[in-house]
């Protein structure tokens, strides 16, 4: 299994708002029950990036069909296609046309929050998902 989170650089520290990450940590978990352990394997460049947008998209208060998905589409299809080997996402908050494009990439977004570093948040998911 492969877990992506939005981050700013190596040092893995969470970028809040996934469509706008400057990378996604890509991580491999393996083993089961205690024995699951997270690896890095690698960074991977967003496309989208969006240094401004990290607390939120300026569209995130609007209604779904009015937020600009279709004009976004190929945009963020892109960004989704880059973690197509992963099953799931993990971020603190993804605007409603970055959660429309992972949902239709059949990547799982988890809300998971209060975590600042990409390692903590793959063990807060560890512990409340069984894998």
């Known amino acids: 299994m492969k877990i992506a989170v939005p981050v700013h650089d190596e040092s893995l520290r969470i970028f809040a708002n996934a469509g706008h990450a400057?990378?996604?940590a890509v991580f491999s978990v393996e083993g089961s029950g205690a024995f699951?352990?997270?690896k890095l394997e690698n960074l991977r460049a967003n496309p989208r990036v969006n240094l401004a947008s990290?607390?939120?998209c300026e569209h995130e208060n609007e209604p779904q069909d009015d937020c600009g998905y279709e004009s976004k589409r190929d945009e963020l299809k892109v960004m989704t296609s880059i973690l197509s080997d992963c099953s799931d996402l993990l971020t603190a908050k993804a605007c409603k046309n970055a959660k429309r494009a992972f949902d239709e990439a059949n990547i799982n977004v988890r809300i998971i929050v209060g975590r600042k570093e990409a390692k903590a948040m793959i063990d807060a998911f560890m512990r409340r998902a069984p894998i």
């Open 36 to 38: 699951r352990a997270a």
């Open 54 to 56: 990290e607390e939120g």
């Open 22 to 24: 400057p990378y996604f």
